[in-house]
């Protein structure tokens, strides 16, 4: 019987730049991200109109990512995903000399393009560069390179207040530029070289053939409730709803988000090693289930007790969705494969679903409630966990990809 060949057992070197590089990454979104709609205030615009420079940046990462798919399968991730982190540094610098509002909302859009890019890059990146037996492992700390950086960012950006509000950008776009010089010098092995005239380039997962495996629908499904759930309805209506009851009150808001956030953190520093070592199918299933009760609760409560520990679980829960799909992902593209399309749309049914929730969420808490708005976003992630529930898991002891 031939063994399979040895993989590594220590995490490469290009995946800790990656980390450090998604670090300064969200931290430097943490920086700006409070100043923004403020900043767009001073053109003497409405609140509708400052809100429009957050979504601009988000429309045009939804718009470009099938393109972003595409560069990443034509030049390889190294290069997409540098050229990615200077556009945005450009961008966000532009945005500190912005003399009008819709000068801003250009230069904020641009952004978008550029985080496209380097996003499904790194997603690349860490496919190639991960050894399969460390997959849950390496999602998890990437994932809490960028949460510690989303939660740190806004306290440096408080504390930075005092130089008004373009120095943020100009410091952001600073940070940008290390980080991409750091990966542009780290990143140059020679498997991540875009290939030379006259070399074989690595084979191509195009989305139809990802599309024909169930696990790939599985992730797709559950990453659109993810997205949905976790980057769309918590932020959105967290805030509304403890603000609408009294026995919670607005100014507790904040502390349900950092209760999510703690709860995230800490479960991230256990389920990768538990995806690498029960598999990605059942920490899926049960993340999916923790979430979906979590939310369907969660509307219903009036005390502050419980609303913390609701918020913390969800984190929980979101933690162990996160690092098992990607690993999944990872799984069914293979290491010896280009999958910028696959990849590209599962970073779409994540935007996808964060700008559909609010919407769909908002419309349903302001005709049936918070409980109904809340419950229909945990049956939604309830019913994420069936593709899973029919299909195998992917998780491999090899360099071949699941088909």
Do not use: K
């Amino acid at each position: 019987m031939r063994r399979a060949p040895a993989q590594p057992s220590r995490t490469p070197r290009e995946i800790w730049v990656l980390i450090a590089a998604a670090f300064i990454i969200a931290l430097g979104y943490g920086i700006i991200a409070p100043v923004l709609p403020q900043y767009a205030q001073q053109f003497d615009v409405g609140v509708a109109a400052a809100s429009m420079i957050v979504s601009a940046f988000a429309a045009m990462r939804l718009l470009f990512t099938p393109a972003g798919g595409w560069l990443v399968t034509r030049f390889r991730e190294r290069i997409v995903y540098v050229v990615g982190l200077f556009i945005v540094a450009a961008s966000t610098a532009a945005c500190a000399f912005a003399q009008s509002y819709v000068q801003l909302l250009v230069f904020r859009g641009l952004g978008g393009i550029g985080s496209t890019m380097f996003t499904i890059a790194a997603m690349g990146l860490i496919v190639r560069l991960a050894p399969p037996q460390l997959r849950g492992r390496t999602s998890a700390l990437y994932g809490t390179s960028f949460l510690v950086g989303n939660v740190v960012g806004p306290v440096l950006g408080s504390a930075l207040s005092f130089l008004g509000f373009r120095a943020p950008f100009l410091i952001y776009a600073v940070a940008l530029v290390i980080a991409a010089i750091v990966a542009a010098t780290f990143l140059s092995t020679a498997q991540l070289r875009p290939a030379s005239e006259g070399e074989e380039r690595p084979a191509v997962l195009s989305l139809r053939e990802a599309l024909a495996n169930p696990a790939y629908r599985a992730v797709l499904v559950a990453n659109f409730a993810h997205g949905w759930t976790n980057f769309g309805v918590r932020v959105a209506l967290i805030p509304l709803f403890a603000a609408a009851v009294p026995t919670i009150g607005a100014p507790m808001a904040g502390l349900g988000l950092t209760a999510f956030a703690l709860g995230n953190f800490l479960t991230l520093q256990g389920s990768g090693r538990l995806v690498d070592s029960r598999g990605r199918r059942p920490v899926v299933l049960i993340g999916l289930l923790v979430c979906g009760l979590a939310n369907i609760a969660f509307g219903w409560v009036t005390g502050i007790p419980l609303f913390l520990t609701l918020s913390a679980l969800g984190g929980a829960g979101a933690a162990l969705v996160a690092p098992a799909q990607q690993a999944a992902l990872a799984d069914i593209v293979g290491r010896d494969r280009s999958g910028g399309q696959a990849i590209a749309a599962f970073s779409m049914a994540s935007d996808l679903g964060a700008i559909l929730g609010p919407m769909a969420a908002g419309l349903l808490a302001g005709r049936f409630g918070f409980g109904f708005a809340f419950g229909s976003t945990g049956v939604l992630l309830l019913l994420a966990g069936v593709p899973w529930l029919l299909t195998r898991d992917t998780v491999v002891r090899d360099e071949q990809p699941v088909t």
